[in-house]
C-alpha cells in the first residue's frame, strides 16, 4: 500500500511539473516560427539561444536571428 501511494505520489509531481511549464514562440527573420518547449536561453559568450522543441530536442539559433518571442498561454 505505502508502495502504491509513493508511486501515485510522483506520478502526479512529474505531471504538474509537466503542466507548469511554458512554452514560447519564436519568429526569425526568414519568417519561421518556432515553438518551443519552455523558455528558450540565451548564451552571451557564443549569442545564441537555445531552445527545446515539442519533442524535448535540443536546438540552438543565432540570437541576432530572432526578432520576437512571445510566451505561448
Same mark, same amino acid.
Given at each position: 500500500? *505505502?508502495?502504491?501511494?509513493?508511486?501515485?505520489?510522483?506520478?502526479?509531481?512529474?505531471?504538474?511539473?509537466?503542466?507548469?511549464?511554458s512554452s514560447y514562440?519564436m519568429s526569425t527573420?526568414?519568417?519561421?516560427?518556432?515553438?518551443?518547449?519552455? *523558455?528558450?536561453?540565451?548564451?552571451?559568450?557564443?549569442?545564441?539561444?537555445?531552445?527545446?522543441?515539442?519533442?524535448?530536442?535540443?536546438?540552438?539559433?543565432?540570437?541576432?536571428?530572432?526578432?520576437q518571442m512571445i510566451?505561448?498561454?
Amino acid at each position: 500500500m *505505502k508502495k502504491l501511494f509513493g508511486m501515485m505520489l510522483v506520478g502526479v509531481a512529474a505531471l504538474s511539473a509537466v503542466a507548469c511549464s511554458s512554452s514560447y514562440v519564436m519568429s526569425t527573420k526568414t519568417g519561421e516560427m518556432i515553438v518551443t518547449k519552455g *523558455k528558450p536561453e540565451l548564451d552571451k559568450q557564443t549569442g545564441l539561444t537555445r531552445y527545446y522543441d515539442a519533442q524535448g530536442v535540443e536546438h540552438q539559433i543565432q540570437n541576432d536571428q530572432v526578432v520576437q518571442m512571445i510566451k505561448r498561454g
